[in-house]
């Protein structure tokens, strides 16, 4: 099977909520310090595998969080991620 990347468009806001308040890894993150901002959104090229890994640790701290403000920016963040890696996975 083929690691097609998918470019995911990125609020800086969005950016800042995963490398804050997530355990998400540098193979993961690096990426999205060093995205290229396109108007005002970070395009991030992610394979199916990364971006999966990537709705797990925002899962995790969305389920984990004492902070309702930030548990409902990652519930939206992992829903909107959801559905663009179902999207690609119907596609291949």
């Known amino acids: 099977m083929k690691m097609n990347e998918i470019e995911i468009k990125f609020t800086p ?4 909520l995963i490398i804050d308040h997530t355990f998400t890894g540098p193979d993961l993150t690096k990426r999205l310090q060093i995205a290229e901002i396109k108007g005002k959104h970070l395009i991030v090229k992610y394979s199916t595998y990364d971006i999966d890994e990537l709705i797990g640790f925002i899962a995790a701290e969305a389920n984990h969080t004492d902070d309702k ?11 909107r991620l959801t559905r663009i890696l179902e999207k690609e996975i119907d596609n291949q």
């Open 13 to 16: 806001q969005e950016r800042d």
């Open 69 to 79: 403000k930030i548990g409902k920016k990652l519930d939206r963040l992992f829903e």
